[in-house]
Each structure stands twice: as structure tokens, then as C-alpha cells.
């Protein structure tokens, strides 16, 4: 018994300290995002930050092919898709630390808050996420200019 116990805690602490922050790579080709700026008269300036992960059915079919190849490509991107899905809520913690790292770099690459940010909404499914926020400075002329009212 007291192995087992000792087996499991060495197993729990090992993995605690190996998790590091997602590495951009995870998602290479599969994260498309998106980031819209709003100032509004008084200076707040909000935005709204969404991800989504591209799956096999958001790749175009070449209408080209003969009809038998169409019905066979389909019926393998249902079978990758259902795959995805399963795998998808594997990755769904991963997936969370993915769409932070990537609203940081987008606002950081952006210049947009520079003095960080309030959450107001947040939800994130194991496809697509969205967060919206407040930007905890107010609009300067050079903001209106480079982003718009």
C-alpha cells in the first residue's frame, strides 16, 4: 500500500514539474484567430480576441476531382473530424493555455492595451474560444488614429 502511495505522488510531482507553457508549435496550421478594436467616445478602449481551431472539414474540396474521389475525401474527413473530436478534449487544458498565450501576443504585438487589460467574458470549448475585454488605459490620440472609433 505504501508503495503504491509513494508510486502515484512520484508520478503526480514528476508531472506537476514538467508542464511548462504551451508551445505555439502544438497548433501550428490548426489556430485562426481574430482581434477587433473598439474606442468608444469617451476614450474606453474594449476588444474582442477569437480563436478557433481549423479542423479537416474547413479545408476546401477541389471540385475538380471525380465524384468518387469527392465521396471518398468526405468520408475520410468525417472519420479524421471524429478522431479530432475525441482527441480534442484531451487537449482541451492545453487548448486554454493556447488562447491566452495567444490574446497576450496579440495585444502585446498590437500595442492595443499598455497598461493590461480587464476581462469581461470569457468562454472557451475545445474548438473555438472567445474573450472579450477593457483596457485598463484609456485612448490616446496615436490609438485612435492606428485603430479607429
Known sequence: M???????CSVVLLSACS???PDPMDFAGQFR???STQIKG????L?????????VT????????????RINRRKQDIQSYLIEQRN???????WHQQVDLGLQKTIEMSGYCKASFVELSRY?????AEVRGECNDGATEEDIKKFGR
Request: hydrophobic share 30%; net charge negative.
Open 2 to 8: 505504501f508503495k503504491n502511495s509513494l508510486l502515484i
Open 19 to 21: 508542464s511548462s507553457p
Open 33 to 35: 484567430d481574430t482581434f
Open 42 to 45: 469617451d476614450g474606453i478602449k
Open 47 to 55: 476588444f474582442t480576441y477569437k480563436a478557433k481551431l481549423a479542423t
Open 58 to 69: 474547413d479545408r476546401p474540396l477541389p471540385n475538380d476531382q471525380p465524384h468518387d474521389q
Open 88 to 94: 480534442a478534449e484531451a487537449r482541451l487544458e492545453l
Open 124 to 128: 472557451v470549448e475545445p474548438d473555438r
